[in-house]
């Protein structure tokens, strides 16, 4: 299927948005990622039914939304806002529209926000690799509990600094391990030939990404407790940072509670129980200098973390399935297109059959 590129206002904001597919097809919302824009769906709109309804936003700060500030106290609630308010949109989707929700790694913490804050809006949830239910960067064990008391997460000051100067100002060499291009290559795939003649489309949409204190990655604060730094008050890195990123207990309390797919792969290298972007792990490894040990910083279990949540979501009466797919990176949807349109359309299926 084709889209087509629509700017409307919402939330305050301009809001840039691709749109797929007759405005009374099943209504699917796509959410995408960290340093990312909706570019990032366009491969899989190819694959997707002339069926469906698909509506993609470009998040505040990424793409052509506006470059509005991201208060990283709110976690990924501003996020969250932008896109519930786009349901309220005339055009985007027929009045009433209850859309199966799709949201890749950030994108699947605003799509877990979303249905926290709208349940009754939200038919179906797919989280791709998504953000761990208790945050991004430290806390400890799989109930969340933090490292130490006053733990904030690393936020942004977890960064790598070159490649955020290597982003702002729109590097797209392969020059170094730290160029957009070879973060995209090494990072966000676990085979880099699986980006195909796409790669330079996803390049150009990761260059979109606004930086600054605002925006990517955000403030960073100094910390007493290793590695020195903490979540500060704006950016994006803070909002998903266990300080102010945590919803599992709202997760499991909401009283619409729809289907729940979890698709990712066992080679993911940024959400996971090993995660490369996860500091105690990389001091655990030797590359970070420091450590103070298991005991006091050990790796976030980011996988464990979500499997836990969505036990007790099903528990308390939800359903939901997890998905892994073997040697398969952080993109599924890239990756491994055929499976995870199955089981996108498994979960609009599911929500079209009631």
């Known amino acids: 299927m084709r889209s087509a590129r629509h700017m409307v206002q919402a939330n305050g904001i301009t809001q840039a948005v691709r749109v797929a597919g007759p405005p009374d097809g099943v209504p699917v ?19 997707l039914p002339e069926t469906l309804r698909v509506v993609a936003p470009d998040l505040r700060g990424y793409g052509e939304t506006d470059t509005a500030p991201v208060d990283a106290t709110r976690g990924l609630d501003d996020f969250a806002d932008d896109v519930a308010a786009l349901l309220a949109v005339p055009g985007l989707f027929a009045p009433g529209a209850r859309p199966v929700v799709a949201g890749h790694s950030l994108g699947g913490g ?10 009754e809006r939200v038919a179906g949830l797919l989280l791709e690799a998504p953000v761990s239910p208790y945050g991004f960067g430290g806390t400890r064990d799989l109930d969340g509990t933090p490292t130490t008391p006053d ?31 070879a973060v995209l290559r090494a990072a966000y795939v676990a085979d880099p030939a699986s980006l195909g003649d796409d790669e330079d489309l996803l390049l150009e949409s990761m260059l979109t990404t606004a930086t600054g204190d605002d925006n990517y990655p955000g403030t960073a604060v100094a910390s007493p407790h290793w590695p020195g730094t903490a979540a500060g008050p ?24 729809p289907p729940v797919t979890w698709v990712r792969g066992d080679a993911d290298v940024i959400v996971s129980d090993t995660s490369l972007f996860d500091l105690a792990y990389l001091g655990q490894l030797g590359v970070v200098p420091g450590w103070p040990g298991e005991a006091q910083c050990p790796p976030q279990p980011m996988v464990g973390q979500t499997r836990a949540v969505l036990d007790r979501y099903a528990a308390a009466g939800g359903t939901y399935r997890e998905v892994v797919l073997p ?14 349109v199955a089981e996108l359309l498994a979960l609009v299926g599911e929500n079209a059959t009631g």
């Open 234 to 257: 704006r950016g994006v890195l803070n909002a998903l940072a266990p300080a102010h990123f945590r919803l599992a207990d709202e997760l499991v309390a909401v009283l619409v509670k």
């Open 327 to 340: 040697g398969c990176g952080h993109s599924p949807h890239l990756e491994r297109p055929t499976e995870f």
């Open 29 to 47: 919302l796509l959410v995408h990622g960290n340093v990312s824009s909706s570019a990032f769906w366009e491969p899989l709109l190819a694959r």
């Open 110 to 119: 605003v799509a877990m926000r979303l249905l926290v804050g709208h349940p």
């Open 151 to 181: 733990f904030a997460g690393t936020g942004a000051g977890g960064a790598n600094q070159d490649f955020v100067v290597r982003l702002a100002a729109g590097d797209r060499s392969a020059d170094g391990p730290t160029s957009p291009r």
